[in-house]
């Protein structure tokens, strides 16, 4: 194996490594292909779940966990998004029917673990993921949401959920050569619901993105930085990467005291 490959990323590695393995956890990333803000890549998302989840891998895999990286699947869930230009909506209807073509090839081939690292706000894999395993009983199914994953207060000054300073900050330490100047940075400024409870948690209705945010951003991403950016993506994967080792360690027969 040459040091280029990468043995736990699928796209990279070969039948010759992997014809007599036994992987016990597949993992796999999904993004969205959508507008971020004025500046930022319509493959955000994309670039974020391949850096977050490759670095995790790595993480795992040097602590001894056997697990692969499937190739990450760049559109996702933008049905909120349909008259902003070139935003391509994946439904959840197809989402399922891919990830039953997935999870039907690792259930047969016995690689009985599975996660999803998303990375795009609009999917949501848990009712999915329910109905799946009900038809798959011996798969233990999994889902995390990485931009969950740590207190984003301790890292950054602005809130935000789409675009953000956190969004910035990361690409501006992954993919630096692929954003605009800050002079066309969009401010990310959100208009809220009339019916003040659509704030809260307790009641939700798809909010139409051209309606809430002008330069399609949410959250200001004016405080960005590299630093932050490189502390979280370290942060975050190390954080990633260990429940990664505990998810290929733990009996799935024998998971609760
Ligand atoms: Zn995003």
Same mark, same amino acid.
């Given at each position: 194996?040459?040091?280029? +490959? ?28 959508? $507008?971020? @803000? ?6 955000? #998302? ?7 989840? =490759?670095?995790? $891998?790595? !993480? =795992? ?6 697990? +692969? ?33 997935? +999870?039907? !090839? ?16 609009? @999917? *949501?894999? %848990? ?23 740590? *207190? ?6 602005? &809130? ?21 100047? &800050? ?11 009339? /019916? ?15 309606? /809430?945010?002008? *330069?399609?951003? +949410?959250?200001?991403?004016? %405080? ?10 370290? *942060? ?6 260990? !429940?990664?080792?505990?998810?290929? =360690?733990? #009996? ?6």
């Amino acid at each position: 194996m040459t040091p280029q +490959i990468r043995p736990y990323i699928l796209a990279e590695t070969n039948w010759k490594h992997l014809k007599d393995a036994h992987i016990e956890l597949a993992i796999l990333p999904w993004g969205a292909t959508e $507008a971020h @803000n004025y500046h930022l890549p319509y493959g955000t #998302d994309n670039f974020e779940s391949q850096y977050i989840v =490759a670095e995790a $891998a790595r !993480v =795992a895999y040097n602590q001894g966990a056997n697990l +692969i990286v499937l190739p990450t699947i760049p559109f996702g869930v933008n049905t909120g998004q349909s008259d902003i230009y070139l935003d391509i909506n994946m439904n959840p209807s197809t989402q399922m029917a891919i990830l039953g073509d997935i +999870i039907e !090839v690792l259930n047969r081939q016995g690689i009985h673990k599975f996660l999803i690292l998303n990375s795009h706000g609009g @999917n *949501d894999f %848990k009712t999915l993921l329910r109905e799946l395993g009900l038809k798959y009983p011996n798969m233990f199914l999994c889902t995390s949401n990485w931009f969950q994953a740590m *207190d984003k207060e301790a890292y950054f000054d602005n &809130k935000g959920d789409h675009a953000d300073e956190m969004e910035t900050s990361l690409l501006m330490h992954l993919k630096p050569e692929l954003i605009l100047p &800050k002079e066309e940075w969009g401010d990310g400024a959100e208009k809220k619901h009339k /019916v003040k409870a659509f704030s809260e948690s307790w009641l939700w209705s798809e909010r139409p993105w051209s309606s /809430v945010t002008k *330069d399609t951003g +949410i959250g200001n991403p004016k %405080k960005a930085s590299t630093e932050k950016g490189a502390q979280f993506f370290k *942060d975050v994967t190390e954080k990633i990467g260990n !429940v990664f080792v505990e998810i290929c =360690a733990m #009996d799935k027969e024998d998971m609760y005291h």
